[in-house]
């Protein structure tokens, strides 16, 4: 079966500062891996994906993702906050079996607060 | 602009009642899936089909139903034997087949019951 972790149910940042948010995988295969960010009240976008090559993935409005595969680990990261990202943060992995159904397993989510 | 629609944004509904949330697109994409979304539990998987007139329970499929008679179109009912209703419900879709392909999501429906 597989799973995805997010440590941290919450994260707090300054403004201009560096974020990262947490997120270990296990999957049996090699997996497809994908970072979501989510308003109040709205569907859920996509930000980055990784699938195979370069291990630093860079995605839409500055975010970035390293995949490590040693540490089964796909760190969301920024490296300068805005206010504007508060938000939450949904890591996703999905079966790399080709054809049929590819299930995709959501983390349980990170909010994201971006302190002015 | 291609997208999924879903509608209503807003749905309240009395204990014994069916409600019908629908789910359009316009992506051309073959799979379309239903999840549902409670505080702190990330997104669960109802129903998905894969092409018209085809669908499969997902992990959490009992009290719900659902229809693909269109491949733009895949209504989700709440019905009556869903003990636990209350929730935000989130339509999406991606191309069948397509390697690593990410999903795309509507903007949602609140079902609240009272």
């Known amino acids: 079966a597989q799973s995805v972790a997010q440590p941290e149910d919450q994260v707090n940042v300054a403004e201009g500062n560096p974020l990262t948010v947490k997120c270990t995988y296990s999957?049996?295969?090699?997996?497809?891996l994908f970072w979501y960010v989510q308003y109040p009240n709205r569907g859920l976008q996509f930000l980055l994906k990784?699938?195979?090559?370069?291990?630093l993935v860079k995605g839409s409005y500055g975010f970035e993702a390293e995949f490590n595969k040693s540490q089964t680990s796909f760190h969301l990261k920024k490296p300068s906050a805005l206010v504007s990202d508060s938000a939450l943060y949904f890591c996703?992995?999905?079966?790399?079996?080709?054809?049929?159904?590819?299930?995709?397993?959501f983390g349980t989510g990170t909010k994201l607060q971006v302190i002015p | 602009d291609g997208g999924i629609t879903q509608s209503p944004k807003y749905l309240f509904r009395k204990e014994g009642q069916n409600v019908t949330l629908s789910c359009e697109q316009n992506?051309?994409?073959?799979?379309m899936y239903w999840y549902r979304q409670d505080p702190g539990q990330g997104l669960r998987l109802i129903y998905y089909s894969q092409i018209v007139n085809d669908f499969q329970k997902g992990d959490i499929a009992e009290g719900y139903s659902v229809s693909r008679e269109k491949k733009e179109s895949f209504p989700l009912t709440v019905t009556s034997a869903q003990k636990n209703p209350t929730a935000f419900y989130l339509c999406?879709?991606?191309?069948?087949?397509?390697?690593?392909?990410?999903?795309?999501f509507g903007e949602g429906s609140r079902l609240t019951v009272l």
């Open positions: 990784y699938i195979t090559g370069d291990n």
């Open positions: 999406a879709s991606t191309q069948r087949g397509e390697v690593g392909g990410e999903l795309f």
């Open positions: 996703a992995v999905r079966d790399t079996r080709t054809g049929g159904y590819q299930k995709v397993t």
């Open positions: 992506l051309n994409h073959d799979a």
């Open positions: 999957v049996s295969g090699n997996p497809y």
